[in-house]
């Protein structure tokens, strides 16, 4: 065999290997199994040449032979590749590499030692980058990859990003640097090349490089310091290897912040929590570091396993960041804002965000940390449970808000309703591919319709059911990977060791009814007479609907809770599902009363108003025959505290929604909503102002309309909504639905109009920044 012969097949070899490298679609496939990353991060984050410079090495155990390695990554200069077999995992790693970086960072030298690769191919579209190995890696052996490259510090918040900040805002006199990570979703490539998805979870072990004066984070402890070799001023900070995460977990810090720090104890554990913010700021930390150790612990007796890492820190970052906070394991990032609540100027919607925010990160550590959706199609499920936790975990620490922590559940489900009735939203779980579809994947449709999704099942399945099964998944699942299908599954499982509860059910038959098709249904409740109802589904159309009869096929598995006027029943009991409104069965009569109730149902017919779906207890709303939508109204007016605040905000927005729909009459809504002409009702004031801002609207082409719509504004009690108080209750119900400057009152004409019309633009897409107020992808 000459020598030319073997060129030749090398580079066809190598022409092979590279085009099924770069073929394979945006997903990387399973030909390469990652283990463990050690990360070696020297960030230059002040003045006027920031630069990231790494050394990153990638244990891996390839699946199949081959000489390609493929990593995500974005915007990175590979310089460098070595590659070892790891025969010793415990093996020391050689510590020149730190000398090696720092002379990369601080001078622009680089001498190129082990040159392990024959080439480098990055992929922009597919943010993929290629390296062909001289070395062929055998299958099931364990090799260790090592690659020098430098990234890029970014000003907007993806990937590693820097701000300059004041420690006071009116002070001369500090100035500092804040640099930070956000991964989520697909970020981690622009700060190491990696391999960026979900289903790796691997551990890390991270050295940060960083200036004395500062103090650098990542998510496990600090266990060293060393001096630079090159510069006095620097050092490397050591971290402790992580248990497996995912790559979008990963988070790195370099602050001169001060914080404050509290040891947390449970059984015979600690816990270290440090708080980090600007030197004025930490005497506003006291609200977020009251509530964490009882929402903590609340989270640790529900899921029966204790938080898995010895420290948790909190950060916030001197800039507007594009989201709230974000849920780093071990280290959680907010914007300030979220984390800092001012005990003299805050408002009390200001304390309920920060502690509803901290929160939701707070089940984060357990639902998509400890165990981790497998892909971004599913990531629902995730925020779906932090959504539902958020509010439990509010009521749990500060009972006191109760009231905001309802109204945010009632106004998260009917924000994903309002966007479905709309536009053709995508369904819940849904095809990603790119990283472009990853991102998308934060929107409201996955955190509010996710929450309400759940809550729907909870409420079906009953609370301890839905408890064991979270119990059992967290145990069956921790530290790896999972998804909405596993915890059906053990669902199932649990609702069919009880007979009575689990006879004909499937859960996973029922959620995919659910999360598989865009839109929810309209429930028909119609009496028929001999003390029976008729109960029917049909898909509730979408407003703007090119494509015609899409969605005119849908049908779904509907829990029917059913209540009475004759004995009202919201708790647990009574919203339990009477019966089920199935594809297979989308209709059916029942009688009014169950059997076992004890009514003469013909008797007790005629004035006793029925209700579905009391406090939520299904994504659905609720169509009624005129007479009962009067009996309705009657007790409202009689005494409206017998059907409770949520139920009552709900049936409202489902007699006006309905009645733009033309399923009812705004005759009939009005008379619902008679009571408010005596009655303040706060819960639903916000509610029912939004939709006569919209009657308002219609009334103008419509005489008759228009005269009904002031002949009852004109009696209307609302007070009106002043700005004396600007921060107090009437921010909260002006957030309602959708957030604007919210209107003084209805019928400030031009203001109405503003706001519909971003309303509008913010539901068929044509928003702009300058004028988006309200970001529906607010937690991560
Ligand atoms: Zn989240």
Request: proline share 4%.
């Amino acid at each position: 065999m000459t020598n030319s012969i073997l060129k030749m097949r090398l580079l066809i070899q190598l022409f092979v290997l590279l085009f099924s490298s770069v073929n394979n679609g945006h997903r990387l496939g399973s030909s390469m199994k990652p283990i463990h990353y050690d990360l070696l991060l020297l960030p230059i984050i002040s003045g006027g040449s920031p630069r990231l410079c790494g050394h990153v090495l990638v244990d891996l155990e390839p699946t199949m032979t081959t000489n390609v390695v493929t990593f995500h990554g974005v915007e990175i200069s590979i310089l460098d590749v070595s590659i070892e077999q790891v025969l010793d995992t415990e093996k020391k790693i050689n510590s020149d590499r730190s000398v090696q970086l720092e002379d990369l960072c601080f001078s622009g030298l680089f001498e190129i030692v082990n040159e392990a690769h024959t080439v480098i191919h990055e992929d922009v579209e597919r943010q993929q980058i290629s390296v062909i190995l001289k070395q062929t890696l055998i299958k099931g052996h364990r090799y260790r990859v090592g690659l020098f490259y430098v990234a890029k510090v970014r000003d907007d918040n993806r990937g590693f990003f820097r701000a300059n900040y004041k420690n006071d805002n009116t002070s001369c006199c500090h100035e500092g640097w804040f640099g930070g990570t956000q991964m989520e979703a697909t970020n981690a490539r622009r700060v190491l090349p990696c391999l960026d998805e979900p289903g790796f979870k691997t551990t890390f072990d991270v050295t940060i490089g960083h200036n004395r004066v500062m103090s650098a984070l990542s998510n496990m402890p600090e266990i060293a310091t060393r001096p630079m070799k090159n510069t006095r001023e620097w050092m490397w900070t050591i971290f402790s290897r992580s248990p497996p995460m995912p790559t979008y977990l990963l988070a790195m810090f370099v602050t001169d912040y001060d914080k404050v720090e509290r040891i947390y104890k449970v059984c015979k554990r600690t816990i270290r929590m440090r708080f980090w913010g600007r030197r004025d700021q930490l005497r506003h930390l006291e609200q977020s570091m009251a509530v964490v150790p009882d929402m903590l612990n609340y989270m640790e007796t529900y899921v029966r396993q204790p938080f898995s890492l010895p420290k948790i820190d909190f950060i916030s970052a001197p800039l507007e960041l594009d989201f709230e906070a974000m849920e780093n394991w071990g280290l959680v990032l907010f914007r300030e804002n979220r984390l800092n609540f001012n005990e003299e100027t805050g408002s009390e919607d200001e304390r309920f965000q920060v502690v509803q925010t901290m929160a939701h990160e707070l089940a984060h550590q357990f639902f998509g940390n400890l165990v981790t959706s497998d892909w971004w199609s599913d990531i629902w499920f995730n925020e779906g449970f932090c959504g539902v936790f958020e509010n439990d975990l509010v009521q749990h620490a500060l009972p006191n808000l109760v009231f905001r922590a309802e109204m945010s559940k009632f106004s998260s489900i009917r924000t994903a309703m309002k966007i479905e009735e709309h536009v053709h939203a995508a369904s819940v779980i849904r095809a990603v591919e790119t990283a472009d579809d990853a991102e998308k994947m934060f929107d409201s449709i996955t955190y509010s319709k996710g929450s309400g999704l759940l809550l729907m099942l909870r409420n079906s399945v009953g609370p301890q059911n839905f408890r064991n099964a979270v119990v059992t998944y967290m145990e069956r699942y921790q530290f790896q990977n999972a998804n909405s299908q596993r915890f059906m599954d053990i669902l199932d499982e649990e609702i069919h060791k009880n007979r009575d509860i689990g006879r004909g059910m499937n859960v996973t038959k029922i959620m995919h009814s659910w999360t598989s098709q865009q839109s929810y249904p309209i429930v028909r409740c119609i009496r028929t007479g001999n003390g029976r109802v008729r109960l029917s589904q049909t898909p509730h159309p979408v407003r703007n609907n090119i494509t015609s009869d899409e969605t005119t096929n849908q049908l779904w598995w509907i829990p029917i809770s059913m209540t009475d006027g004759n004995q009202p029943d919201f708790t647990q009991q009574g919203t339990y599902p009477r019966v089920w409104l199935t594809p297979e069965r989308p209709s059916l009569e029942i009688p009014y009363f169950p059997t076992d109730s004890g009514h003469d149902s013909t008797n007790d017919e005629d004035d006793n108003w029925i209700l579905i779906n009391g406090e939520f207890s299904g994504y659905v709303r609720v169509l009624y025959d005129d007479y009962n939508w009067r009996l309705i109204s009657r007790q409202l007016v009689v005494n409206h505290t017998v059907i409770p605040q949520v139920t009552r905000a709900q049936l409202i927005d489902d007699a006006f929604t309905l009645a733009l729909g033309e399923y009812l009459e705004y005759k009939v809504v009005l008379e619902l909503i008679e009571y408010l002409t005596s009655v303040s009702d706060e819960f639903v004031r916000a509610t029912t102002q939004f939709h006569l801002k919209w009657m308002r609207e219609r009334a103008k082409q419509n005489e008759s309309l228009l005269t009904l719509f002031e002949e009852y504004t004109g009696r209307l009690k609302f007070e009106r909504m002043d700005d004396e108080h600007p921060n107090e209750y009437n921010n909260l119900v002006r957030t309602d639905g959708f957030e604007g400057e919210g209107c003084s009152s209805w019928s400030d004409g031009v203001c109405v109009d503003q706001i519909l019309g971003m309303f509008r633009a913010e539901m068929d897409g044509t928003i702009t920044a300058a004028n988006k107020k309200y970001d529906f992808t607010k937690l991560c």
